[in-house]
């Protein structure tokens, strides 16, 4: 069984709150098309359009600490800076990740006792206070 989407239009297959959701999706499409044309370009004009693009919409967090790390390991580490680098530097990102997890878990294991009960009182109450017939 196969999905048929050639009469769906986009509006059908992405939701409708997208917008509201996320206030940069409406170019997200044009920015992707700008960015593939510029492949056609020579290497000097795809340097001014990518760095159009960084003006305009910024750079992903994180995005340049190995180039801000270079630098400053390179000198002292020579070929191995990467691996100076990096092997730390995932280190923390994967302690932030099972952090983050751990957390959610944690709390959703705290509340969840707490909404049982919550709810088991409330209807336990209903019981005590409804009249015997």
Do not use: K, N
């Not at 239009?9 to 409708?16: A, E, K, Q």
């Not at 020579?78 to 990096?86: D, E, K, L, Y």
């Amino acid at each position: 069984m196969s999905a048929d989407f050639s009469s769906a239009s986009l509006g059908d297959v992405l939701p409708r709150d997208a917008a509201r959701a996320a206030p940069g999706f409406p170019l997200l499409l044009p920015v992707a098309g700008l960015l593939i044309a510029t492949c056609w370009l020579d290497q000097g004009l795809q340097c001014v359009a990518a760095l159009a693009m960084v003006i305009l919409l910024g750079v992903p967090h994180g995005a340049l600490d190995g180039e801000i790390a270079r630098p400053l390991l390179r000198p002292r580490f020579g070929w191995a800076w990467f691996p100076v680098f990096a092997v730390p530097y995932l280190g923390l990102v994967a302690g932030v990740l099972t952090l983050r997890r751990i957390t959610l878990e944690g709390l959703a294991a705290l509340t969840l006792p707490h909404m049982l009960l919550d709810g088991l009182s409330a209807a336990l109450s209903r019981q005590a206070t409804r009249p015997v017939r």
